[in-house]
């Protein structure tokens, strides 16, 4: 069964520096997202993208966060200075179209902000 | 906007007993809404959703879920406790024509013991 692929599985990195998440999506779905769950909260939404550019952002996703789908395969979410808050589950998640369409989720990478 | 409240972020339930997982929704417009499963080291997974068709909605692995507009409730059932049911639950909702953004809940880790 296709599935959305996420990778590290766990990032560990020092404050201020930039980080890159990456995230294969399933090969036919159009649209991806980002979403974060910072421990013990509820996971929250980030942004979504569609036809290369951003559909949707929360407030969450300030100026410090990009996204970018590079090669037509690969998704990434960008961190350019880390901060401690940082910390938390980042999911991906894609779908083969948008409104009810299922979003397919990715198993996460916990990035630790030290 | 939209949200979801999940009452007890832990539910013990016993094998072959009910499992009753609470959900409540705030919505300014008719929602759509999602019950997602997280099982260790993996994605979430979709187990049913509600689409404004049928109140009651049949999931996988023998969870269903029944929409009360009245009570604003989107409650999750199974009829009868399996260990391999042992997992986080996750409510959501989304907004009919307002984008895929999902929001979600805190969450309900449920515990099936013997």
């Known amino acids: 069964e296709p599935e959305v692929t996420q990778t590290p599985s766990h990032q560990v990195t020092q404050m201020g520096q930039e980080v890159i998440l990456r995230c294969v999506p399933i090969?036919?779905?159009?649209?991806f997202y980002w979403y974060r769950q910072i421990l013990g909260q509820k996971v929250e939404f980030l942004v979504s993208?569609?036809?290369?550019?951003?559909?949707?952002k929360s407030e969450i996703f300030d100026d410090q966060f990009s996204v970018e789908r590079p090669d037509g395969s690969n998704f990434t979410l960008k961190i350019r200075s880390t901060k401690l808050e940082d910390s938390a589950m980042y999911f991906c998640?894609?779908?083969?179209?948008?409104?009810?369409?299922?979003?397919?989720f990715g198993a996460g990478t916990r990035l630790s902000v030290l | 906007a939209q949200s979801v409240t999940q009452l007890g972020s832990h539910v013990s339930v016993s094998e072959g007993a009910l499992v009753l997982l609470r959900c409540n929704y705030s919505s300014s417009v008719p929602p759509y809404l999602f019950w997602y499963v997280q099982y260790p080291n993996q994605g979430l997974q979709l187990l049913l959703k509600?689409?404004?068709?049928?109140?009651l909605v049949k999931g996988i692995n023998g969870f269903e879920a029944e929409f009360k507009k009245s009570e604003t409730s989107f409650h999750l059932t199974k009829p009868s406790a399996h260990m391999s049911d042992a997992a986080e639950y996750f409510c959501?909702?989304?907004?009919?024509?307002?984008?895929?953004?999902?929001?979600f809940g805190t969450g309900t880790q449920l515990k099936v013991e013997l």
């Open positions: 090969s036919n779905h159009l649209y």
């Open positions: 509600y689409t404004s068709a049928a109140t």
């Open positions: 993208f569609y036809n290369n550019e951003i559909s949707e």
């Open positions: 959501a909702v989304t907004k009919p024509g307002g984008g895929n953004k999902l929001t």
């Open positions: 998640a894609s779908s083969e179209g948008g409104g009810l369409n299922i979003q397919y």
